[in-house]
């Protein structure tokens, strides 16, 4: 299991603060005053039932819908902001489907996703090469020997491992990702978990996920949402032997807590 740890006298920025988050859907709460701190370093896990806010939360920070409260990263709050400048600010994240290009290179989903940085000016500008934080990219995600195949033809771990080569040469600092290994065999999760482990020391990472092997594997930190609020947090084994986490998911027909379930009623949250 991962063991990694915040520095707080490294990057004191380097962390998202969520204070009192509600997004309001005509007068459903999905999110009811959470607060979370995501620190720097550390691989941290939203775990929950169906309905729970998981999705709408990392909505709300990455400005899909609109919440209220507070979202702070880099003295910013995120919830003020539109979606490009959250970007920009150094916020990214992946959804449940990858969304590559699919008619495009592997390389150049990754050049253009790190035009995100570039001035108008620069995009017009005729590219000499291949820039070194796409190649450092590609040897990270493990697709340089794939670099000239089109992301169409990729295996589906390898589509969601090049859509967290796109965060990385947009230099995310935060990474939020919605369930990064539904589908994908054991042995592309154990890559995936190790490639988060990889990338995860100078950054954010926060995962939404169902499969709760991959949770016991990599977390470092572990939040229970449920009915748009947080039921409970901390390690893997806090959680499990955790009695209010417990009535929740025996309350969803799961047999252990969080028990190593593929449910499939529980592969996306849309709440």
């Known amino acids: 299991m991962s063991t990694h740890t915040h520095a707080p006298g490294k990057r004191s920025l380097d962390y998202l603060e969520i204070r009192d988050l509600t997004v309001d859907f005509d007068g459903f709460k999905a999110v009811k005053g959470v607060d979370l701190t995501l620190l720097q370093g550390r691989l941290h896990f939203l775990i929950g039932p169906n309905g729970a806010g998981k999705t709408t939360l990392v909505d709300a920070v990455t400005g899909l819908v609109q919440g209220t409260g507070l979202a702070s990263y880099g003295n910013q709050n995120l919830l003020t902001m539109k979606s490009h400048r959250i970007v920009r600010a150094g916020i990214g994240r992946t959804f449940q489907t990858a969304t590559v290009f699919e008619e495009l290179l592997v390389l150049q989903n990754l050049d253009i996703a790190g035009g995100v940085h570039r001035s108008a000016w620069g995009m017009l500008l005729a590219r000499r090469g291949v820039p070194t934080y796409v190649e450092e990219a590609l040897a990270t995600i493990g697709l340089t020997a794939l670099r000239d195949k089109p992301a169409g033809t990729l295996a589906h771990g390898q589509k969601q491992w090049l859509e967290i080569g ?20 054991a042995e592309e999760r154990e890559q995936t978990g190790e490639l988060l482990q990889r990338i995860g020391h100078e950054r954010t990472i926060v995962v939404i996920e169902h499969d709760m092997e991959f949770v016991r594997s990599f977390a470092d930190l572990v939040t229970v949402m449920h009915a748009g609020t947080v039921l409970a947090e901390g390690s893997i084994a806090e959680i499990q032997a955790d009695p209010r986490v417990q009535e929740v998911y025996l309350g969803h027909q799961v047999e252990a807590v969080p028990g190593d379930t593929g449910d499939a009623d529980q592969r996306s949250d849309h709440a």
């Open 166 to 185: 796109m965060l990385l040469v947009q230099d995310a600092k935060v990474m939020l990702l919605d369930e990064p290994v539904a589908g994908m065999s």
